[in-house]
Structures are given as structure tokens and as C-alpha cells.
């Protein structure tokens, strides 16, 4: 649905060049949501922008629907773009429109008949929830609200594209939420594709199928998002699923763990089929040793469950190697080194 070949895109500003976006290949599918995230001037926001033509791409091909847009003709791309619904973290309305005149807009600007405007804006304020404020002016309207507004005007042309530029950042948690659940039925009922950009994490858990890291303009990391959650390859992405999954120990708590529990301590991680076991206690009896459990979290993620264990193995040193060994044909399992 939409695929990057090989793109890349240099800025030139005050004779210096800057690499945005370099070598990325991606392939976003239809009816998926695909999530990239990266920080500040990963490039991301670049990436969007070669999506609906914003911007160029110095180097390869940006396709979406089977059509390589940086050669289309501009009545093709405006069409295009058409199928494209776009919402921001800024919410970019029309202060001096109403809710109602906010959504209506675009379905004007593409020539529909009047009474068409009317049911469909009807339709999409019904659909977020916002069907009693639609004379309300968008200072009159919470952020969440005026975000429901960004999505209301966003699907009034029936795109089958939706693409968001860090909807959720300027959000609390709650709204966050609420808006992210809105994006969910967004997908599934009215079956449309999202590409979405954020710096936040638990926007990638909450909604995506699959997700893309990008550091230094570059994609580091791709792929589902439970596969990339739980078998990450990078730092970085590490650090971005910890600040979700509280999988890490804090150095403190570690050496405080450390004081009290005097045998080695091994991260466990459970996932798949290891999920339905009591596989701790089977080995652990199997071979007549104890072991506790000494910090934890346990995740859903995309209806399956992640679960990342500290755990003190207790007994004698021989035996307890052999029931990691053991237990490493099931489970990923390391010693906790460092935190
Ligand atoms: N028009 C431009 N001219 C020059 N440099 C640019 C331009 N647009 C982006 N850049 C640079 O490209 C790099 C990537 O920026 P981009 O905005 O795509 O990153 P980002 O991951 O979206 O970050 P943020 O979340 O802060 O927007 C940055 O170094 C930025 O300064």
C-alpha cells in the first residue's frame, strides 16, 4: 500500500547538507498499523511528509497504491492526496470555522454536493463521539476534543489512508487513550491503513501491528510488534521498550536485590508456549532446588503475553547450572550482570 524503495532525502541549508532520511526500505500493508518511532530528529516526520509529496526524495521511490508518486502528474497527485487523511499533533484547525465548518471544509475544497457534506460530516462527528458540538469553535474544546475534530475532518473524504504526525504528544494519558482507542475503530471499521509517528512507546504497544525504529534518519529495527518487544536487537529500542514494559532494574534496586538475595540472579523471559507451562517449578523440582522470584512484569501485547522475570536461583552451583541449561530450550534466560 505504501512502500519506500531505498529512500533517502537530503536537506542543503547554509552550504551544510543534512541526511534525514537514509537507505529506507519499508512496506506498510493494507489494513495495518505500522508505527514509527524514533526521537527527536530521527527523521520521522521527514518520512512522512515524502508520503503525501510534502517532500521528495533525493534518492529511490516512494509508492503508494501501486503508484511511484514522485512522477505523477499533479492532477493524479491531487487525487492522491485525496485518499490521504492526515492529523496532527497541533490539531491544525480553522480557529474561525466551527467544528462543524472544520470538517465540512475538505469535503468542499473536493466539489461535494451540499446535502453529501451534510450526512457525511453528520456521519464522521457521529462517529467520534462529537455529534452535540458541532457549533462549538475549537477554543471551546478540550485537546482530546479538538483532536476528534483532527480524525472527524481527516475521514470525511473517505480515504483509505490515514497517516498521523504525533497525535497523541500533545495529549495526557487519559486522552491519549481515548484517542488511540478512536484510531483502533478507525482501522477495523472503516478499514483504513495507518502510518503513524511518534516518540512514545505505549502508543506503539497500544495499537500497532507493526513498528519501525529509526535513529540518525536510518531504520534500525523492523517488524511485529510483539517480535520486536520481545527480541530486540538495538540499544535504543531497548531503552524505548523498557520505558513501557518496566523490564529493567534501576542500578539501586539492583544492588539492593543484590544485598538480600545472595545467589546469581537470571532474567527470564517467557512468551508463546512457555506462557501455559509451570516450567520454574517443573525444572527447579525436577532438580531439587529453590528459586524466587524477585522482581517481574508480565505484558500483554497483541493478545499475547511477554512476561520478564528476575529470579534467584537457590542451591548448589553445579545444579543450578544445569537447570538453566535446562530451562534455556524454553525460555530466553541470562544472568543479571548489570541492570
Ligand atoms: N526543511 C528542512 N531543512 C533542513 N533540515 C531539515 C528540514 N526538515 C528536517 N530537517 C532536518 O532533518 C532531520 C530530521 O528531521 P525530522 O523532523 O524528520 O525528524 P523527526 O524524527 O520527525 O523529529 P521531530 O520529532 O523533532 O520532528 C533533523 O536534523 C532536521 O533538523
Do not use: W
Given at each position: 500500500?505504501?512502500?519506500f524503495?531505498?529512500?533517502?532525502?537530503?536537506f542543503r541549508?547554509?552550504?551544510?547538507e543534512?541526511?534525514?532520511?537514509?537507505?529506507?526500505?519499508?512496506?506498510?500493508?493494507?489494513?495495518?498499523?505500522?508505527?514509527?518511532?524514533?526521537?527527536?530528529?530521527?527523521?520521522?516526520s521527514?518520512?512522512?511528509?515524502?508520503?503525501?509529496?510534502?517532500?521528495?526524495?533525493?534518492?529511490?521511490?516512494?509508492?503508494?497504491?501501486?503508484?511511484?508518486?514522485?512522477?505523477l502528474?499533479?492532477?493524479?497527485l491531487?487525487r492522491?492526496r485525496?485518499?490521504?487523511?492526515m492529523?496532527?499533533?497541533?490539531f491544525?484547525?480553522?480557529?474561525?470555522r466551527?467544528?462543524?465548518?472544520?470538517?465540512?471544509?475538505?469535503?468542499?475544497?473536493?466539489?461535494?454536493?451540499?446535502?453529501?457534506?451534510?450526512?457525511?460530516?453528520?456521519?464522521?462527528?457521529?462517529?467520534v463521539g462529537l455529534?452535540?458540538?458541532?457549533?462549538?469553535?475549537?477554543?471551546?474544546?478540550?485537546g482530546?476534543?479538538?483532536?476528534?475534530?483532527?480524525?472527524?475532518?481527516?475521514?470525511?473524504?473517505?480515504?483509505?489512508?490515514?497517516?498521523?504526525?504525533?497525535?497523541?504528544?500533545?495529549?495526557?494519558p487519559?486522552?491519549?487513550?481515548?484517542?488511540?482507542?478512536?484510531?483502533?475503530?478507525?482501522n477495523?471499521?472503516?478499514n483504513?491503513?495507518?502510518?503513524?509517528?511518534t516518540?512514545?512507546m505505549?502508543?506503539?504497544?497500544?495499537?500497532c501491528?507493526?513498528?519501525a525504529?529509526?535513529e540518525?534518519?536510518?531504520v534500525?529495527?523492523?517488524?511485529?510488534v510483539?517480535?520486536?518487544f520481545?527480541?530486540?536487537?538495538?540499544?535504543t529500542?531497548k531503552n524505548?521498550?523498557?520505558?513501557?514494559?518496566?523490564d529493567?532494574?534501576?542500578?539501586k534496586l539492583?544492588?539492593?536485590?543484590?544485598?538480600n538475595?545472595?545467589?546469581?540472579?537470571?532474567?527470564?523471559v517467557?512468551k508463546?508456549?512457555?506462557t501455559?507451562?509451570?516450567l520454574?517449578?517443573?525444572?527447579?523440582?525436577k532438580?531439587k532446588?529453590?528459586?524466587?522470584i524477585?522482581?517481574?512484569s508480565?505484558?500483554?501485547?497483541?493478545?499475547?503475553?511477554?512476561g520478564n522475570?528476575?529470579?534467584e536461583?537457590?542451591?548448589d552451583?553445579?545444579?543450578?547450572?544445569?537447570?538453566?541449561?535446562?530451562?534455556?530450550?524454553?525460555?530466553?534466560?541470562?544472568?543479571?550482570?548489570h541492570?
Open positions: 500500500m505504501i512502500q524503495e531505498n529512500v533517502s532525502k537530503t541549508s547554509k552550504g551544510k543534512v541526511h534525514a532520511v537514509k537507505n529506507v526500505s519499508l512496506h506498510v500493508k493494507q489494513g495495518e498499523i505500522f508505527g514509527v518511532i524514533g526521537f527527536s530528529g530521527a527523521g520521522k521527514t518520512l512522512l511528509r515524502l508520503v503525501n509529496l510534502l517532500e521528495r526524495p533525493s534518492e529511490g521511490r516512494v509508492i503508494v497504491h501501486d503508484k511511484e508518486i514522485n512522477s502528474p499533479q492532477s493524479e491531487r492522491l485525496r485518499r490521504i487523511g492529523i496532527f499533533q497541533s491544525n484547525l480553522f480557529t474561525s466551527t467544528v462543524y465548518g472544520n470538517v465540512a471544509y475538505p469535503l468542499k475544497l473536493a466539489k461535494y454536493p451540499k446535502d453529501k457534506i451534510d450526512s457525511r460530516v453528520k456521519e464522521v462527528l457521529k462517529f455529534e452535540d458540538k458541532a457549533d462549538y469553535y475549537p477554543e471551546q474544546l478540550s482530546g476534543q479538538k483532536q476528534r475534530v483532527g480524525i472527524a475532518r481527516a475521514l470525511g473524504t473517505s480515504p483509505d489512508i490515514l497517516i498521523c504526525d504525533e497525535a497523541t504528544s500533545a495529549l495526557d487519559e486522552t491519549t487513550g481515548e484517542i488511540l482507542k478512536i484510531l483502533k475503530r478507525v477495523e471499521e472503516y483504513i491503513t495507518i502510518l503513524l509517528i516518540h512514545e505505549h502508543v506503539i504497544k497500544s495499537i501491528d507493526r513498528v525504529v529509526m540518525n534518519g536510518s534500525i529495527e523492523e517488524g511485529p510483539f517480535t520486536v520481545s527480541e530486540p536487537q538495538t540499544q529500542t524505548f521498550i523498557s520505558s513501557v514494559l518496566n529493567q532494574l534501576s542500578v539492583l544492588e539492593k536485590l543484590r544485598q538475595h545472595h545467589g546469581k540472579l537470571y532474567r527470564v517467557f508463546g508456549e512457555a501455559n507451562q509451570p520454574l517449578s517443573q525444572v527447579t523440582r532438580h532446588i529453590d528459586f524466587n524477585v522482581y517481574g508480565i505484558n500483554e501485547l497483541q493478545e499475547q503475553i511477554l522475570l528476575i529470579v536461583f537457590i542451591g552451583e553445579r545444579v543450578i547450572l544445569q537447570v538453566i541449561r535446562e530451562l534455556q530450550k524454553q525460555v530466553e534466560i541470562k544472568e543479571v550482570i541492570s
